[in-house]
């Protein structure tokens, strides 16, 4: 399936993310800062930080805000559906806040003292108190989601959102473990990988896309197919992701080329490597992955051995792979041709992006 | 208000439990057990073993099981309220569960490597999966309370359920950063302390008998009273676990007579000396507490310290005092005679215990 010519000018402009994020990024920016303004015990300052609106001493700065993906499909989900947005704003918040609070908690987990180009909030507050915030984010996006009920959602379907987030987190969470237990396993097939990712990448992603159809309409075979769609945007998401954490420029991402090799990070590229390569670059790769720490030298081995079994292009067809089965996914349901046009500008975004 | 009599024989073996404990512990361990009965990443294991059901290998094992206080509370709430056990039995799983997702937590946040004579699960597993094992144990909760509907409560009622239980646990988690923040500050008075407390204990404690009334009846009025019973409650057990943290017994705390002044944790019976010890006897205190780690002899003169000003005496009273205000919370509330003297019972042993 060619790439549909309708979403060129969503992403004419590099810098310019398309238009899906536009549309929607004030009225969730303002949903979050509210949620956010105030507290009793000074824990959302670091929260505030953390999403980019304040520096380490809670004076407010322009560092870059996220993208607010999970929000974003949410919105649109909603909205395709013929819901209202005011409904489906408390759900987008509850995305975003479960994303950012298990970004808090790996960042813990990696030891990772940078993201986004900002010292990680245990870089700056320690573990003790990382954890912490991390734990509080999570139950503002409970509170979050509650607060649906207020908005004229019925309370049946607030259950059901509420059980939809709770599984979605359940899966993003085992996912973390899994990523957790493959750390240093050589043996870890592509399926493995794809198993991994579908859980700790993909329940979020997947529960966005339902979780706004769901309060946007009673229609359950709609709501499936979103579902569905959301499953492959979160691949093209993170194999996406994981191509930029091997070469991507660091200028964009903030992390030297081969970064993730380097750090011996679980990663589509990596994973695909070790079940394809065979003989001496087998050896040299599986012999590379179970050293302690990495030098230069290796870094570089690793990378001309997943040049020479093409990696890289392998990686983006599969992307391409998954952004096609997304739109399909959608291609019987009825949809304004101007949403559709959105939802392939936001896809091929994913596939395509440099940060 | 003097000790009432009544409950005596709830408390005659130092080692058996009052009778409110005894009549649901098998209801209760019951639906821990079959909640964390499988799982397909294996994280359920360090969650088993966290409960005291299985060993670091995952076998069976005869660990000390916790005495299981808020599910306890809750179903004895929604019982003294003519509610049915069953559909009090979700929250009282959820109510457990945020209780030990906390303390997994909390001994990574204080480095704890021993909990009730066992090893903590940061300190088998490290702390990556310990982060993860509790944010599982906490979603188990969300999907614990969920299943409340299936057990015939009502969709309104189930809504104000999360919310309570949402809103304990966000003020579980302040009070816990609260605790975090004062730590090594001399300037924590018993007032701070207090309000510290009611929130990282206290909310729970409260919790618990609220939602289990809440389940039980649509007596607001009830409610409220059982609400504030679990407020007094959540300062008898707090100071009273303070009381052991510094004069405990080593074989039934596990813990070293002074370990919780050695480790220089906020503790009632310190802030109550910061606050009313004066003169040379403060100058010490405050001195002692300045210092990055304290020898045996500077526990001994903290020891001193405390006996003098008689903070043992005091502590003990204030739990008396909330003991008492515990019990005439529930004054003008219609209860069934056998289930007052359960609660005096109850009441009675978390001023007592040693354990």
């Known amino acids: 399936m060619p790439t549909p010519p309708t979403h060129t000018a969503d992403t004419a402009q590099s810098d310019q993310l398309p238009r899906m994020f536009r549309r929607y990024s004030a009225r969730i920016g303002e949903a979050l800062r509210s949620t956010l303004s105030h507290d009793g015990v000074r824990v959302y300052d670091m929260l505030r930080y953390y999403m980019g609106w ?66 990680t909030v245990w870089a700056v507050w320690g573990v003790p108190r990382a954890v912490v915030a991390g734990n509080v984010l999570r139950i503002l996006a409970d509170k979050a989601l509650q607060s649906m009920v207020g908005e004229g959602v019925g309370v049946d379907r ?41 859980r700790k990448t993909g329940a979020l992603i997947r529960c966005a896309l339902n979780i706004g159809a769901v309060i946007g309409t009673d229609d359950a075979v709609a709501a499936e197919a979103f579902r569905n769609c959301g499953s492959s945007l979160g691949y093209v998401f993170q194999i996406r992701d994981d191509v930029l954490g091997v070469w991507g420029d660091e200028e964009s991402t903030g992390k030297p080329v081969g970064a993730d090799i380097r750090r011996k990070k679980n990663s589509f590229p990596v994973a695909y490597a070790m079940s394809h390569v065979q003989g001496r670059d087998k050896e040299r790769l599986t012999d590379i992955y179970r050293m302690e720490s990495l030098t230069d030298g290796d870094v570089a081995t690793v990378l001309d051995i997943l040049d020479r079994a093409e990696v890289r292009e392998h990686a983006q067809r599969l992307a391409e792979h998954h952004r096609d089965n997304a739109l399909k996914a959608l291609g019987e349901v009825r949809l304004a041709p101007e949403l559709r046009n959105e939802l392939e500008g936001l896809a091929h975004f994913l596939l395509s992006r440099n940060h």
């Open 54 to 119: 304040v520096d380490e001493d809670g004076n407010p700065c322009t560092a870059t805000e996220g993208k607010a993906l999970r929000p974003t499909l949410c919105l649109f989900a909603c909205e395709a559906n013929g819901g209202s947005l005011a409904q489906a704003i408390p759900a987008a918040v509850a995305l975003e806040f479960i994303h950012n609070f298990s970004l808090i908690h790996d960042d813990i987990q990696d030891r990772d003292e940078m993201r986004h180009h900002r010292r």
């Open 158 to 198: 607030a259950l059901d959102a509420g059980a939809l987030l709770t599984e979605a987190y359940l899966e993003m969470i085992e996912g973390q473990y899994l990523d957790i237990s493959y750390e240093g396993r050589p043996d870890i097939s592509t399926p493995d990988y794809l198993h991994m990712i579908s």
